[in-house]
């Protein structure tokens, strides 16, 4: 989960150069919006139903605020996004009040564990690493494929060539954001049978990814993979060392040795150099 959130991170952060705090929002909304449906429709159709709404919820904050915002400094848009996820955050403690919600198992029960090396996995867990294999996988054939996925890249690279070939630099920070919106919806679902949803998830959530991002490097979506990997691993094995009420500190330990040590992550570049210079 936090290597799809650090995905998230960077879908957004490589189209607009924002780093948006409201990532872990949109993991919240889609687990609260599918149970909510899931009441009176399937898991599966509640599921693709709430990852469709927040799509449309993420482009819709692009067009109202950051549209807008566009002469704004990067810092300002930072303090934008944090704003926007308690706004958020309160407003779904409005209308899911502070009950913890989940949804029932994709397939099979916590009975119905596979063993694995010794370990029991759930059902669930396999949906988990299962999502995130096939997003990275379809988020590279998505970038690298298709025309819109090349644009997107283009933007992220040079904006200003980008929008001189006729590449509508716009409605690409929109489609980011809408992208990152459906992933942290879809990442929301799976794993709301596990760790259930509740309002408050949100910012815990967005720390993490946003630490896993940072050990990979911004702006890699693969790299994000690494380092919300690595950072939920490092996160399980703290438990043998420190109490599990500090289990969070793992992460932010790691949040601050990198942006100390090597801020631009293990797979990143410094900024102005070269690829010549590598």
């Not at 409005?94 to 919600?101: A, L, N, S, T, Y």
């Not at 409605?171 to 919106?181: E, I, P, Q, V, W």
Request: proline residues 4%; aromatic residues 8%; contains cysteine.
């Amino acid at each position: 989960m936090y290597a799809i959130v650090a995905i998230g991170f960077n879908i957004i952060y490589s189209a607009t150069g924002v780093l948006n705090f409201a990532q872990g929002e949109f993991v919240m909304l889609g687990g609260m919006v599918a149970i909510t449906l899931a009441s009176f429709l399937p898991v599966p159709v509640a599921v693709a139903v709430a990852v469709a709404i927040v799509t449309l919820f993420g482009c819709g904050l692009e067009l109202v605020f950051f549209r807008r915002l566009r002469s704004h400094s990067i810092l300002h848009m930072i303090i934008i996004t944090i704003g926007l996820s308690i706004v958020i955050q309160e407003l779904a403690l409005h209308v899911w009040d502070e009950k913890v919600r989940s949804l029932p198992y994709f397939t099979g029960n916590e009975a119905s564990s596979v063993k694995l090396l010794g370990a029991a996995l759930s059902p669930q867990v396999i949906w988990v690493l299962g999502t995130a294999a096939i997003v990275v996988v379809l988020l590279q054939l998505f970038y690298k494929r298709t025309l819109y996925g090349r644009a997107m890249r283009a933007c992220s690279s040079n904006l200003e060539a980008a929008m001189l070939v006729g590449i509508n630099a716009g409605n690409m920070r929109t489609a980011a954001f809408g992208l990152s919106a459906g992933l942290g919806a879809l990442a929301g679902c799976v794993i709301s049978p596990i760790s259930m949803t509740h309002y408050e998830m949100g910012p815990g959530l967005a720390i993490k990814g946003f630490a896993a991002a940072i050990l990979g490097g911004l702006g890699n979506p693969m790299a994000a993979v690494v380092g919300g990997l690595t950072v939920g691993l490092i996160e399980a094995f703290s438990v043998s060392v420190i109490p599990s009420a500090f289990k969070d500190v793992a992460a932010f330990a790691i949040l601050l040795a990198m942006l100390f040590l090597r801020p631009h992550g293990l797979f990143g570049r410094p900024s102005g150099v070269s690829v010549r210079e590598v």
